[in-house]
C-alpha cells in the first residue's frame, strides 16, 4: 500500500488544521494505522494511532484532548484533526499502516507515507 500525506501548512497558535493520509495500492480497512511526527533537531515520534477496526485509538500525552485520529475506510484515507496547535506541534508529519501491529513503536509499521509540513507560529 502506498500512504499520502497532505494538508499541512503555516498556522498560528490556537488554530486547527486537519491531515489526511491517502492510501492507494491496498484498502485500509486491513491496516491499523498512525500518524508519527519530526520537529526540527529531534527524533521521529508517535502521535496517534489507531486500530485497523476503529474501534481503538491513543495519543501520545501532549496531544491528548487537542488531537483526534480517525478513519473513512470508504475513502481509504485516515484523518488526524489538530486543533489549538501550540508552536511546540511544528513538524513534519508522517501517516504509517501496519496490517499485523497496532502500536506506538515507529519500527513496526511497515508502510510510510512520505510526510507532511505543519507550522504553527506563535
Known amino acids: 500500500v502506498q500512504l499520502q500525506a497532505s494538508g499541512g501548512g503555516l498556522v498560528q497558535a490556537g488554530d486547527s488544521l486537519r491531515l489526511s493520509c491517502a492510501a492507494s495500492g491496498g484498502t485500509i480497512s486491513r491496516y491499523h494505522m498512525a500518524w508519527f511526527r519530526q520537529a526540527p533537531g529531534k527524533e521521529r515520534e508517535f502521535v496517534a494511532r489507531?486500530?485497523?477496526?476503529?474501534?481503538?485509538?491513543s495519543y501520545t500525552e501532549s496531544v491528548k484532548g487537542r488531537f483526534t485520529i480517525s478513519r473513512n475506510d470508504a475513502k481509504n484515507t485516515v484523518y488526524l484533526q489538530m486543533s489549538s496547535l501550540k508552536p511546540e506541534d511544528t513538524a513534519v508529519y508522517y501517516c504509517?499502516?501496519?496490517?499485523?501491529?497496532?502500536?506506538?513503536?515507529?519500527?513496526?509499521?511497515?508502510?510510510w507515507g512520505q510526510g507532511t509540513l505543519v507550522t504553527v507560529s506563535s
Open positions: 489507531i486500530s485497523s477496526s476503529g474501534g481503538s485509538t
Open positions: 504509517a499502516a501496519d496490517p499485523f501491529y497496532s502500536s506506538f513503536r515507529e519500527r513496526e509499521y511497515d508502510y
